[in-house]
């Protein structure tokens, strides 16, 4: 069984930045790709990026590049979101997802993992 715990989210200003943390806790053979996902009020939830833990393989969907990264942090056993120049389209629910794949191609596809976190809410004015 593996539990998600997402924090860090609030409310600020446009250009300001967050940082989102996932900890990741239960057994590590049972994943070793993590995700997050936000979906906005009347949306659809949509792929934000993903990292492949063992090799600290990161991917940001192009649209955020530049301005999301993804990091970890194995004292914490965390995953963390950072985002920086925020704009009001960034406010959503943030959501960090784990699974298990068998090589560093961690997906972008929801129903590809089985443990989600609670999520976390970010708003931009």
């Known amino acids: 069984d593996v539990q998600l715990v997402e924090s860090g989210g609030g409310s600020v200003q446009a250009g300001r930045s967050l940082r989102l943390s996932c900890v990741v806790g239960?057994?590590?053979?049972?994943?070793?790709?993590v995700a997050w996902f936000r979906q906005a009020p009347g949306k659809e939830r949509e792929a934000v990026g993903r990292i492949w833990v063992p090799g600290n393989y990161v991917y940001v969907v192009g649209s955020l590049k530049g301005r999301f990264s993804i990091s970890q942090d194995s004292a914490r056993n965390a995953i963390d979101l950072q985002m920086n120049n925020l704009a009001p389209e960034d406010t959503a629910m943030y959501y960090c997802?784990?699974?298990?794949?068998?090589?560093?191609?961690?997906?972008?596809?929801?129903?590809?993992?089985?443990?989600w976190g609670q999520g976390t809410q970010v708003t931009v004015s």
């Open positions: 997802a784990a699974g298990r794949r068998d090589s560093d191609k961690c997906s972008l596809i929801q129903s590809d993992y089985d443990n």
């Open positions: 239960g057994y590590f053979g049972n994943w070793n790709c």
